[in-house]
């Protein structure tokens, strides 16, 4: 398993963001991913519109995860409704 950062980006609307975040972790678990860290930075203003919102409500998780699987969630997340953005980035490990 290898540690990724996952920047994920909700509507404003407290119900959708709940909705959209617990169907995340859900489907993180289902792809056997642990979550290491969740970090939430905020509503900020987009740079260009999403799915016709203009703000949006930033979550940063740090998880472990199957290199293989990757794939098939950016292809599950896709159906959360509720989740406008997403970033996978791969954390490089420092040999000290």
């Known amino acids: 398993m ?22 995340l972790k859900a489907d993180l678990a289902n792809f056997g991913a ?3 860290k969740e970090e ?7 740079t260009y519109e999403v799915k016709r919102q ?4 930033f979550v940063l998780l740090t998880i472990k995860a199957n290199p293989a ?3 098939e969630m950016d292809a599950q997340f896709k159906f959360n409704n509720n989740l406008l953005k997403y970033l996978f980035v791969l954390v490089e ?3 000290a």
């Open 34 to 36: 642990e979550i290491e």
């Open 2 to 23: 290898r540690k990724y950062e996952l920047m994920t980006i909700y509507p404003l609307e407290e119900d959708k963001y709940k909705a959209g975040l617990e169907a």
């Open 40 to 46: 939430p930075y905020g509503d900020r203003d987009l």
């Open 93 to 95: 490990e420092k040999n």
């Open 54 to 57: 203009k703000r949006g409500r």
């Open 69 to 71: 699987k990757i794939v």
